[in-house]
């Protein structure tokens, strides 16, 4: 495609962008810069059906006098992103001096909030990715491989998981692990320990979590491997079988190789959704024990009956950016090969 | 104290007068929690709506959308019901307006303790009161040879006792969700035993000390007689357990007692089902728990007229002889004419016994959050309390430096 093509094809697209992307990154970005203007308190006299008391409220008359002169607030420029509940650049450096041990400092710093946030990601990237990227690929093979007549079917029940609403899919194993649920009890039993509860460890929420990732996930990995797996051209297969290669050789030495872009494409976007897990800990009702940086985010916006928007603003830059890092390896590599096809 | 009782009796005997509700004009347009009794007030304003619009919003999710609708100029509802902790945020953006103009020229019937006034001016009118208590299973309690508790250290071993016997495994149930509700267990513990979050006339955190260990330890002994899955469980959670008969003490809110002692269920366990007192904890005499009012505010962003007719319809409700004689035994009312029965057991017990109201700062929100999510990893028994006591207090802090209050 000539490239003045290209343009005019992309402009909407390119301009919806800009509007609903580019924008409001640039705003949440400004925002991120700025804390609240000081609170100017008053001593007055409050009173409920339970008695009065001497309290403080916010002064309005002078603090809307504040906002309305700098609405943006105090500018406090990377302040929000080095203090204790994200980079924790002080709390990291007194850690690092005041600790004995490796260990004891790594324990230190994974009990901030951003770290603890940061590690949970950062795992369940690792975990389920490879995991969706192989688990896809299995399953698109061995359907591959089935009778035409019941193909159908079965396709319709793989994709099942992405088709259930996360929340929804989510509560339905969380039930289920509960113990009283019917993983959960049986897990008690098969165990002989009445207290064991998938909820209430760390370790075993992750794994959940993670289970619950691979489980949702596998079905956009299989339809795409799926698809791409009709444009193996026959021939060299065939070629292959008389030579006399395995199975499995065929698969490393001639469909993998074919099918490579579209693994690239399925590991980038992975990738992205899981480094911005979200429902499953709303749906597991996790907070507890994983917390991720999507999660820190929403935790800012609502949880508090105070809205925190420079920590949010500052959570979600820092976001951006882990992806961006995340990504830049395969980045590079698809830009060098757009090169050299070039 | 003397004051509150009277209070309390006038509440019981005050005269009446009928609200007026020849509403003309206007828009009404309510956000609310969601549970009976405020479902029951809000049908009631209906009633008297006349020619206004009339629009209504219940979710349990109301404390996410309050704020942003009422910052929106026009704003997208006239009035907010919120509680002590819930109208903070809308004083700290002045997103609500005094009323004194329409409780003077509208508001017959409603009594003057109804009135929330802060700086003079009348904020909000309350309707109903709400606190934490103990509910228990008498016929646990009598099988086992166990009064009914006053302490939480007698909570604790009484449970003991009935998880010994066998009878149950997790004879405990509180709302541990991490988040809001676990903090707000902490609040109600830590107040118990006489402790201040903040140092006196400053916005700076005070838990860590031996008060807030205390609190903790205690929190740490009453989630070991929990279900184990307790940090994931909400009040709606417990009462589920509650019913299914796994529970034999338990801390719920009282406004929660409705549906718990309805028809549905387990009729054995709704007949043994008791509302008590409060439990005091370490030896005070003011109950770990805290008193709450829930109430109707105004919002700022709208015009006038629609005020207006939102007080008019909402005081009507809010002194509604007929709506409290009703619906008695949805909630403590506030409004004349109530007759107080075994629902409202707990909550005018923690009135008598001197309970707190819950503190009304405009930093205590912060406070909430903060312990909310850092003292879930002390009761997993990753972090000693002294560990993540000051956890709170670094979050606390960084959060109120960037709100401005540090």
Redesign the interface.
């Known amino acids: 495609m000539p490239n003045k093509t290209f343009f005019w094809f992309f402009l909407p697209t390119g301009l919806a962008m800009i509007l609903f992307i580019g924008l409001p990154i640039i705003s949440a970005g400004v925002q991120s810069l700025y ?5 100017i ?2 001593e ?8 009065c008391t001497v ?4 002064d ?1 008359e002078q ?2 006098k504040l906002k309305e002169e700098k609405p943006l607030g ?1 500018f ?1 420029g990377f302040g ?1 992103y080095i ?3 994200h980079l924790a650049i002080d ?1 990291i450096s007194k850690f690092w001096n005041e600790t004995d041990s490796f260990d004891e400092f790594t324990d230190q710093v994974f ?1 901030l ?1 951003f770290y603890k946030a940061l590690i949970f990601t950062l795992t369940y990237c690792l975990f389920v990715t490879p995991n969706v990227l192989l688990l896809g690929f299995l399953i698109a093979l061995s359907l591959n491989a089935v009778t035409r007549r019941i193909r159908g079917p079965l396709i319709f029940g793989t994709i099942l998981p992405m088709i259930v609403t996360p929340l929804v899919g989510s509560l339905v194993l ?1 039930w289920m692990i ?3 649920g019917i993983i959960g009890a049986n897990l008690q039993n098969l165990m002989n320990d ?4 998938l ?4 370790t075993l929420t992750w794994i959940t979590i993670i289970i619950y990732g691979i489980w949702h996930h596998s079905p956009f990995a299989f339809v795409v491997f799926y698809a791409a797996l009709q444009t193996v051209p026959q021939e060299p297969i065939e070629a292959a079988i008389i030579d006399g290669a395995s199975r499995f050789q065929r698969i490393i030495h001639i469909v993998l190789p074919h099918i490579y872009p579209v693994v690239t494409f399925v590991a980038l976007i992975s990738l992205m959704d899981n480094f911005r897990v979200f429902e499953p800990i709303i749906g ?6 994983a ?1 991720s940086l999507s999660w820190l985010i929403y ?1 800012n916006l ?7 928007f ?2 949010a603003a500052a959570t979600s830059m820092m976001t951006i950016i882990g992806i961006a890092i995340l990504l830049a390896p395969v980045l590079i590599r698809t830009w060098r090969e757009f090169r050299t096809v070039r | 104290m003397k004051k509150i009782i009277i209070t309390l009796l006038f509440l019981l005997f005050g005269t009446y007068a009928n609200a007026d509700c020849n509403i003309k004009s206007g828009s009404i347009n309510i956000l609310a929690n969601d549970f009976p009794a405020l479902r029951t007030l809000v049908e009631t304003a209906k009633g008297c709506k006349g020619s206004a619009d009339f629009k209504v919003t219940h979710s349990s999710e109301h404390n996410k959308i309050a704020v942003p609708a009422l910052t929106a100029n026009p704003s997208e509802f006239s009035v907010r019901v919120a509680a002590n902790s819930s109208i903070v945020p809308l004083m700290n953006g002045g997103l609500i307006r005094p009323m004194d103009d329409l409780v003077k020229k509208y508001g017959k019937g409603i009594q003057d303790s109804q009135l929330i006034t802060i700086d003079g001016k009348v904020m909000a009118v309350a309707f109903m009161a709400n606190t934490q208590h103990l509910y228990v299973r008498t016929d646990v309690l009598k099988e086992n040879g166990i009064a009914i508790p006053k302490t939480y250290e007698e909570v604790v071993a009484a449970a003991e006792k009935i998880r010994a016997a066998g009878k149950m495994k997790h004879p405990y149930a509180a709302a541990y969700k991490a988040g809001w509700n676990l903090a707000e267990e902490f609040v109600n513990m830590y107040i118990g035993h006489g402790g201040e979050f903040f140092k006196s006339g400053s916005a700076e955190p005070n838990v860590n000390n031996a008060k807030g260990v205390a609190t903790l330890n205690m929190l740490k002994k009453l989630a070991d007689l929990s279900n184990p899955d307790y940090l994931t469980h909400d009040s709606e959670a417990i009462k589920v357990e509650w019913e299914s008969g796994n529970v034999a003490i338990m801390t719920l809110w009282a406004s929660r007692s409705g549906t718990l002692l309805d028809d549905e269920g387990d009729a054995k366990i709704t007949a043994a089902t008791k509302l008590v007192a409060p439990a005091t904890v370490g030896g005070g005499n003011i109950p770990a728990a805290t008193l709450w009012w829930d109430g109707f505010t105004l919002a700022k962003n709208r015009p006038d007229a629609d005020a207006e007719a939102s007080f008019r319809a909402l005081a009507h409700a809010a002194s509604s002889k007929e709506m409290v004689a009703k619906a008695a035994d949805q909630a403590v009312w506030l409004v004349e004419g109530f007759v107080p029965g075994p629902k409202s057991v707990g909550v005018i017990e923690a009135v008598k016994m001197g309970a707190k109201p819950y503190p009304m700062l405009p930093q205590m929100g912060l406070m909430h959050g903060a312990l909310g999510s850092e003292i879930v990893e002390f009761l997993q028994g990753n972090e000693s309390a002294e560990q993540a006591l000051k956890d709170v207090e670094a979050a606390y802090t960084s959060k109120a430096k960037e709100q401005g209050f540090l």
């Open positions: 804390a609240k203007h000081d609170q308190v008053k007055v006299k409050k009173c409920d059906p339970f008695g309290s403080i409220i916010v309005q603090t809307s105090k406090n929000t203090d204790r509940n709390e009990n909030p969380f509960d113990a009283e009445p207290y064991l509860s909820k209430s460890s760390k597991f009702s996790a907070e507890g024990s917390q935790d609502v949880n508090e009956e105070v809205i925190l420079g920590s």
